[in-house]
């Protein structure tokens, strides 16, 4: 018996020479590269019945060892087609090329033909990056393309670099650029954050991350969503191209571009922006804004609105530049240059408008004017005050040359006038209903009786006018102190319609609904072009991505470029705005305009 297994190996070996010497042509003695050469065959075998046409080795002293075309593979067990060039190893496999790749696996099917690898059971890949550090890749099975330099999984899979873990159920790792592609259920985990993402791309060379779909981003002081975006995952900066949102202390910023940096502790939106105050539920509507954490404030021009409820009416207030700033309670809001606001039967204009919520008082600056229902106030400063208890508006003050004037409602002949040093206001339930007139007070007033027919035009000078209003119309007036005066025939006064010295009518420039606090230069505003970020090594990344991502038959991973209102050109999609480049100190946007997509 003895002697027929020591036949069976003799005839074994002459059939091994022979089949691996096949591949030296009888003319020439160079080897075919193209095939897998075995280094280390240990025992051998066949089995026609299992494995017809294969030759199977099986480790003694060392494993087997095949190589081919720069790697090498170690197993316990090898079965090798020699005709059609393809290998299974089984049992503790590994399979290195050169100094940077080592794969590991329970089980691989190697096609030398494709050089396509493919492992089973407690796969683990390993890559240095050019910078030295190490990427671990674990998942149950992986293809391994040589020839493309990709790997890739469909049933989840973990990966650990320097910095991230980062699991998904499919995922694609391009080796020469050092690039990940994942789909579905994409979750990056780091002590400082967690990112979940349907779709996204990561560079593990710079760490970058780039989001398509539906993606949310959460640190210790923030929280961001956006379905197209761009995350450094190294310092914790990114932006939002679509749909974006960051809840950034008690703020929360939206809009068509939206960046921030969270060592700066700093915030800017573009196009379309809405920042709402999640605890004065305030709300702030702009083309660019820019919030300072630490300063606990917000920049914002371009259309610029802040809109406040004020006894269940909204408050708006517009200029071209608006600045808030102050924690909770204590924050000023400032309009400069061309501001105003408009809430019902309460509107105004002035150079500029600063509000104090620890004060209550809100300050229209440099030429103002107010209307309240049909009556139009000036003078040379006008303060709203508001109940700090209440929130509800309180009073009002017109400093310095104060001047009302009323359209005559009735006989719409000529106007209702008072003037005097100083004006103040009481409003109740945010209606106006006491006006007092003090020092140097004069009045021109139509007075009708109760078939509305004009009785006379009174003209009275006296120290103090005392105005009770309803429906913010004049309803009882009264003159303190040695009033001085008459009620005159119209026909009779020596002007027509007269005017106290002073008088402007301004009835033309009144705001009557939100959308007029806006002018032309406003509503005609063409809004920027965000140009996507410049780093060469991520944007050729883009690019190589662009044009090998078609459906792949083997792996059944379906392209992943999504459908995107930009088009499938990536790098026209990315864009980011940095903010110390697009701002002038002034406030002014300077961000250039782009004839891409």
Not at 90 to 102: A, E, F, H, T, W
Not at 468 to 481: G, K, P, Q
């Amino acid at each position: 018996m003895g002697k027929i297994l020591s036949l069976n190996k003799v005839y074994y070996f002459l059939l091994f020479l022979f089949v691996y010497h096949t591949g030296f042509s009888q003319e020439s003695t160079e080897i075919d590269t193209t095939k897998i050469r075995v280094v280390h065959g240990g025992n051998f075998t066949k089995d026609e019945d299992k494995f017809p046409g294969a030759l199977i080795f099986s480790k003694d002293e060392k494993q087997v060892q095949f190589e081919h075309k720069g790697a090498d593979m170690w197993c316990d067990i090898a079965i090798h087609y020699n005709k059609e060039n393809r290998l299974r190893a089984i049992g503790n496999v590994r399979m290195k090329q050169g100094d940077s790749v080592l794969l590991t696996s329970g089980k691989i099917d190697y096609d030398g033909e494709i050089q396509l690898a493919k492992a089973y059971e407690n796969v683990l890949l390993k890559n240095k990056t050019e910078e030295g550090t190490e990427m671990t890749l674990t998942t149950d099975t992986l293809r391994f393309d040589r020839e493309k330099q990709e790997a890739y999984y469909q049933d989840f899979g973990t990966i650990i670099d320097s910095a991230n873990t980062l699991t998904s159920e499919i995922g694609r790792y391009f080796m020469e650029i050092e690039k990940y592609q994942f789909l579905d259920s994409v979750h990056i985990q780091n002590p400082e954050y967690t990112l979940d993402s349907e779709q996204l791309d990561y560079y593990t060379s710079s760490k970058n991350a780039y989001m398509y779909g539906p993606s949310t981003i959460t640190g210790k002081t923030y929280k961001m969503y956006c379905e197209r975006g761009f995350y450094d995952t190294k310092i914790e900066s990114g932006y939002g191209i679509k749909n974006t949102r960051i809840d950034y202390n008690n703020r929360i910023i939206e809009g068509d571009s939206v960046y921030f940096d969270k060592a700066t502790e700093f915030a800017s939106a573009t196009n379309n922006i809405t920042v709402t105050d999640t605890i004065n539920k305030g709300i702030i509507r702009a083309h660019y804004a820019e919030v300072f954490k630490a300063k606990d404030s917000v920049f914002a021009t371009k259309r610029a609105v802040a809109i406040n409820l004020v006894e269940q009416d909204s408050l708006y207030i517009h200029g071209d530049t608006l600045m808030i700033t102050g924690v909770p309670d204590y924050r000023i809001l400032r309009a400069f240059r061309n501001a105003k606001f408009y809430k019902t039967d309460l509107s105004g204009k002035c150079d500029s408008i600063h509000s104090e919520q620890q004060t209550g008082i809100t300050q229209l600056i440099r030429a103002p004017i107010l209307w309240n229902g049909e009556n139009q106030m000036t003078g040379d400063s006008i303060h709203l005050l508001s109940n700090l208890k209440t929130e509800k508006l309180d009073s009002l003050k017109v400093l310095d040359n104060a001047f009302i004037i009323s359209q005559d409602t009735i006989g719409k002949v000529g106007f209702n006038q008072a003037k005097g040093k100083d004006l103040f206001g009481k409003f109740i339930d945010n209606e106006l209903k006491y006006i007092d007139l003090i020092k140097n007070t004069e009045v021109i007033y139509y007075m009708y009786d109760d078939d509305d027919e004009l009785i006379g035009v009174n003209k009275t000078i006296c120290s103090k006018i005392n105005m009770i209003m309803a429906n913010n119309d004049v309803e009882d007036l009264t003159f303190f102190t040695n009033p001085d005066g008459e009620i005159s025939p119209q026909d009779m006064l020596p002007e027509k319609n007269p005017k106290l010295k002073g008088f402007v009518w301004r009835g033309e420039e009144r705001i009557r609904n939100k959308d007029e606090i806006f002018d032309e230069d406003d509503n005609t505003i063409e809004l920027v072009i965000i140009k996507g970020i410049n780093n060469p090594i991520d944007t050729d990344a883009e690019e190589e991505d662009r044009l090998l991502n078609e459906a792949d038959p083997v792996n059944n991973i379906e392209p992943s470029e999504p459908k995107t209102d930009s088009g499938p050109k990536r790098k026209k999609t990315i864009s980011k705005l940095k903010p110390s480049k697009t701002v002038s100190s002034k406030g002014n946007l300077k961000a250039s305009k782009s004839n891409e997509d």
